[in-house]
């Protein structure tokens, strides 16, 4: 049996380098890619870490925002797998600014599943990060975190005097006074 490492995640990368030419397109090259490396191994553990080498390839070499976003949501779907979260706290030390992106806005659709103390965690360290695509990052991150927990992010956004200000306006752009007194019902309560 070949191995994805060798197989499939350079086949995948090679593919996805000749064939995306179009943002339209991408979901369905994507959706293509994954099935690719189930065609090459069936050990699911070969299967994740092929697929998280070809996103993070993918991050590098295809770097845009629009692209990115995307790859960070696939990037989320896997973050309940064993090592993934270990996965993104070397991410968020990446060189790379996309792959830092990543990190930071892969939990934006995790709602009460988001690891909220890695989230503030990563947002605190690249919070005077001039970069405008990490401070956007941590804006939107944060406010997406505010739809479940809107006094957490504005509490977090008032104590980090280091957040650039395009992260506090987008990360307190939907939170309203009376959002705030609403409570959230969080995992450890069910």
Known sequence: MKTCESVSTQRVIFWFSTKLQTRRTLRWHICHAVTLIFVFDTSYNDIQQSLVSAVKELVVSKSWWDTVDYLASIVGNTLTHEGMLDVMDDWIKDDSIWVRRVAIICQNKRKIKTDVKRLFQYCKEHASDGEFFIAKAIG????????????????????????????????LKNISKKEIKKEPKLLSEE
């Open 140 to 171: 939107w991150s944060l406010r997406s975190y505010a739809y479940t927990d809107p006094s957490a992010v504005r509490r977090f956004v008032e104590e980090t005097n280091e957040l650039q200000n395009l992260s506090k306006r987008e990360a």
